[in-house]
């Protein structure tokens, strides 16, 4: 899995790596029991801090999508075949979609608009999974 980060934008590079992880896992690029990069070693490959790696795979473990050890490191603990979210997920999830419609009605987005959107952004995560498409089975002798 590439992880790509905008070192200009104005959303800080944690939550971007958080959110980038987040969509590799929705789009299938990410199963449940695949691992991540170490800490130091993304930090490497993006050229920043490893504590800001560290923050971002925190907050994926808080959040019940990582899971975190010294011995296997970073590994996917859910993904969208794990069943029924923890309990709280979704009021907190909702709370924070309410926050993400109202900024685009209050940029004039009209309801068909919005909901065009959230179709289109579905369906990308309906989509077949990459990461299988990208890495055929090797052939061992």
């Given amino acids: 899995m590439i992880i790509a980060v905008d070192l200009t934008s ?19 690029q990410l199963a449940e029991g ?14 920043i801090n490893f504590h800001t790696v560290n923050k971002a795979y925190d907050l994926l473990r808080r959040e019940g999508l990582l ?45 068909d608009a919005v909901l065009d959107r959230c179709r289109a952004t579905l369906d990308v995560f309906d989509a077949p999974p990459s990461r299988r498409e990208r890495t055929p089975e090797k052939e061992h002798p």
């Fill in 67 to 111: 899971r975190l050890n010294r011995k296997s490191g970073a590994v996917v603990q859910r993904d969208a075949r794990s069943g029924e979210p923890e309990a709280g997920f979704t009021e907190d999830w909702e709370n924070r979609l309410k926050t993400l419609l109202a900024e685009a009605v209050a940029h004039g987005l009209d309801r």
């Fill in 34 to 47: 695949d691992p991540l990069p170490s800490t130091r070693q993304l930090a490497v490959d993006l050229g």
């Fill in 10 to 28: 104005e959303v800080p590079i944690y939550q971007q790596i958080r959110d980038r992880v987040v969509e590799a896992i929705a789009q299938r």
